[in-house]
């Protein structure tokens, strides 16, 4: 496999501030091989949540449950998840082994294996393709079986392929979908670029 040299390593992971480790994901590519097939995508969009003192994270100050399980694991691992009982989405596992710190990969724009991608889609606008956390999976194939896997190894990992993003391309915004959260869903931890 070509470019193994370019894939996050644990130590990006390690970071101990969740928010920092979402903006620096904008810009990396996450990819997939499945049965052959790459494919991937330029991070586009992303949400922070941190285990401690948020209320929109699902193992807020230490909440376990079978499903949380994942986010109090070591870091640069996959933390997937199922919503409506339809979409699985994609989170990246930061921080350290028990802090329960995790990054929500909200969209993409395609690269790798475009043909795959539109296949797996359906009949579906290009600019539809995986806008979306759960669009995104699909795209990509990744589903909740996957939860726990190594991003550091394939078949799902996410690589540098220096796409400069500078700072004024980046906007914040509240989390989507987190009304429950209270005053936690005010929290500006939701970043997107629109430079790809």
């Given at each position: 496999m070509k470019r193994t040299l370019s894939i996050l390593d644990r130590q990006f992971y390690a970071n101990p501030d969740v928010v920092e480790v979402s903006r620096e994901l904008l810009g990396k590519v996450l990819c997939t091989r499945f049965d052959g097939l790459l494919t991937s995508g330029i991070i586009v969009e992303t949400e922070a949540y941190c285990g401690r003192n948020d209320k929109a994270c699902h193992a807020n100050n230490g909440k376990r449950t079978d499903r949380t399980e994942t986010m109090f694991g070591p870091p640069g691992h996959a933390y997937i998840y199922l919503c409506y009982g339809i979409h699985h989405l994609f989170n990246v596992v930061t921080n350290r082994t028990g802090m329960a710190d995790a990054v929500l990969i909200r969209g993409i724009s395609p690269l790798?294996?475009?043909?795959?991608?539109?296949?797996?889609?359906?009949?579906?606008?290009?600019k539809n393709l995986a806008n979306g956390p759960g669009k995104l999976?699909?795209?990509?194939?990744?589903?909740?079986?996957?939860?726990?896997?190594?991003?550091?190894?394939?078949?799902?990992?996410?690589?540098?392929?220096?796409?400069?993003?500078?700072?004024?391309?980046?906007k914040s915004s509240p989390r989507i979908g987190v009304d429950y959260a209270g005053e936690d869903a005010l929290k500006p931890w939701r970043f997107t670029t629109s430079i790809f």
């Open positions: 790798d294996g475009f043909d795959t991608i539109k296949e797996r889609r359906g009949e579906i606008a290009d999976t699909e795209a990509l194939g990744i589903r909740t079986t996957h939860d726990t896997h190594d991003l550091t190894t394939p078949p799902i990992w996410i690589e540098d392929r220096n796409h400069s993003i500078k700072s004024n391309q980046i």
